[in-house]
């Protein structure tokens, strides 16, 4: 139904965004610093045409952001969180290879954060994962 | 403007669209480790207990084959038109957004939904010179709508009069945004405010043709924009794509 009757509300709000983090995680407590894994490549002007990789990074911040809804409006433990978290889960995953670059014998870490100025809100923290 | 020529543009431009989503999804599936299929973020083993029936469709390999049949569907329209195009497009759009559950896709597959919707009902052979004027005032009410709600919440908030809004917005890393974009608080407050005058008056398009020139011609501006400095390159296809049946609109009224 949303197809059919948008709500076509457009970057109504300008809180501070949700970011996704990952880090290396060890057994020794020697982790990595945490890193941001969503963030566009640079553009060329052809891109105004087609854009696979910024239609994906847009798309990963999407469900960045229902989560934090999800979260934020209580509602964490619903089934479409549930899936939303498995995704973000997923994301995390695939993104680590390529910022993290982390050993077989290494564990990853994920959270969301939302940072006002200087303050940091740590919205959930995902468990470590092999 | 007639009827005919307005389809005509919209069957073109909605193809495009189309063409451009399929090709990006194809192109995304094949990349390993950051695709959205197989290996990727929306893999099948995470999402399909929620298909039920639908992923005999949704699953990475009949998913391919899906966009396939978009891509070639998306250029038979852009091409020659009709209802039936227009109709698997539309079947594909929703299915889409089904399995992606609306992420990849969002208010840029909407739009792209109404048009094709509008240009099915447009199109088919049985229907009356009304409904087909229906459907193409209809895609041409939903685009007035898009900038009419998007502009009414905007003057709501307080931070898009400040500037805030959009220094919030640049800074988000998803988007990307060139640093060569000025970031100065009286160049924001000016872009902010341009923003929200344009999407509240785009109701004016409806008055006569000159004013829906005008309006188009800053809309296309925008869309164009927003695609080079936020990487939303799926709303300016889409959009445009509506874009002929406001100029039709405008001869109507």
Redesign the interface.
């Known amino acids: 139904m949303?197809?059919?009757f948008?709500?076509?509300?457009?970057?109504?709000?300008?809180?501070?965004?949700p970011?996704l983090e990952v880090r290396r995680a060890s057994d020794v407590g020697d982790d990595g610093p945490w890193t941001?894994v969503?963030?566009?490549?640079?553009?060329r002007?052809w891109?105004?045409?087609?854009?696979?990789?910024?239609?994906?990074?847009?798309?990963?911040?999407?469900?960045v952001e229902?989560l934090y809804l999800a979260i934020a409006n209580g509602e964490a433990e619903s089934d479409d969180a549930i899936?939303?978290r498995?995704?973000v889960e997923?994301?995390a995953e695939?993104?680590a290879?390529?910022a993290l670059r982390s050993g077989a014998d290494e564990g990853l870490q994920w959270r969301i954060v939302v940072r006002t100025g200087a303050a940091e809100h740590i919205v959930t923290v995902g468990e470590v994962s092999a | 403007m007639t009827i005919v020529s307005c389809v005509l543009w919209m069957n073109r431009l909605a193809g495009v669209a189309a063409l451009v989503n399929a090709c990006e999804l194809l192109v995304l599936s094949r990349v390993q480790s950051r695709s959205l299929t197989d290996n990727g973020v929306w893999r099948a083993s995470t999402l399909s207990r929620e298909w039920g029936l639908l992923r005999y469709l949704l699953g990475p390999r009949a998913f391919g084959t899906m966009m396939f049949t978009q891509a070639i569907c998306a250029v038979l329209l852009a091409v020659s038109g009709g209802a039936l195009y227009a109709g698997v497009l539309l079947a594909t759009t929703l299915l889409s957004a089904v399995r992606f559950r609306g992420t990849v896709n969002g208010g840029s597959d909407a739009m792209l939904f109404n048009v094709l919707g509008g240009l099915m009902v447009a199109q088919m052979g049985a229907a009356a010179e009304s409904v087909r004027e229906g459907a193409v005032l209809y895609v041409a009410a939903q685009l007035t709508l898009s900038y009419l709600r998007a502009g009414i919440v905007k003057v709501r908030q307080p931070s898009w009069w400040t500037g805030d809004a959009l220094r919030a917005f640049l800074a988000l890393p998803a988007y990307g945004v060139p640093m060569w974009v000025p970031r100065e608080s009286a160049a924001l407050r000016a872009v902010g405010i341009a923003v929200m005058a344009f999407e509240c008056l785009a109701a004016v398009a409806w008055v006569n043709p000159i004013a829906a020139a005008g309006f188009i011609a800053v809309a296309i501006a925008f869309h164009a924009g927003t695609a080079l400095l936020f990487g939303l390159n799926r709303f300016f296809l889409a959009w445009t794509a509506a874009i002929p049946a406001l100029w039709y609109a405008a001869h109507q009224v």
Do not use: I, Y
């Open positions: 949303r197809l059919l948008p709500s076509w509300a457009f970057f109504d709000e300008a809180a501070a965004p970011t941001a969503v963030r566009a490549m640079p553009r002007w891109q105004l045409l087609f854009n696979p990789e910024g239609t994906r990074t847009l798309a990963a911040q999407t469900l229902r899936t939303t498995a995704l997923n994301l695939t993104a290879v390529h």
